[in-house]
């Protein structure tokens, strides 16, 4: 299946991209920007905007700040998920605090995951 996208939302998926937050830019300058496999920043997946996307993987990354763990964030993130999976996508979630305290973990579950997820074979993770 195809992933739409509401081309109505680009103007606030560029304004996300300059204001990424401080561990959206922890990660994706200390890991995913040199990652050998495409992965896209805030990317337009029907009306949402998604922190982290590699199509190849089918895989979604997204960061969470408190926002995300009130009963309404938790509530719009299941929603959103639920929606992102009928496409057939993988959504890992991370908090902040893990980008913060667990970094070298966080990268190699995201590497894990897409290897899995295009059947490749495990490779070493020692370097995260």
């Not at 496999?37 to 998604?50: A, G």
Request: glycine share 4%.
């Amino acid at each position: 299946m195809t992933v739409r996208k509401n081309s109505n939302m680009l103007p606030r998926a560029k304004e996300l991209r300059r204001d990424m937050t401080p561990q959206e830019r922890k990660l994706w300058y200390l890991f995913l920007q040199k990652y050998p496999v495409k992965i896209y920043k805030q990317r337009i997946i029907e009306s949402y905007i998604v922190d982290f996307y590699c199509a190849s993987a089918k895989l979604v990354i997204e960061i969470d700040g408190s926002q995300h763990y009130t009963e309404s964030g938790t509530d719009y993130d299941q929603r959103r998920s639920r929606t992102l999976e009928r496409y057939g996508l993988q959504v890992l979630r991370f908090s902040n605090r893990e980008i913060n305290t667990q970094f070298p973990l966080v990268c190699q579950a995201i590497h894990q995951a897409i290897q899995e997820r295009r059947g490749e074979e495990p490779c070493p993770t020692s370097h995260f």
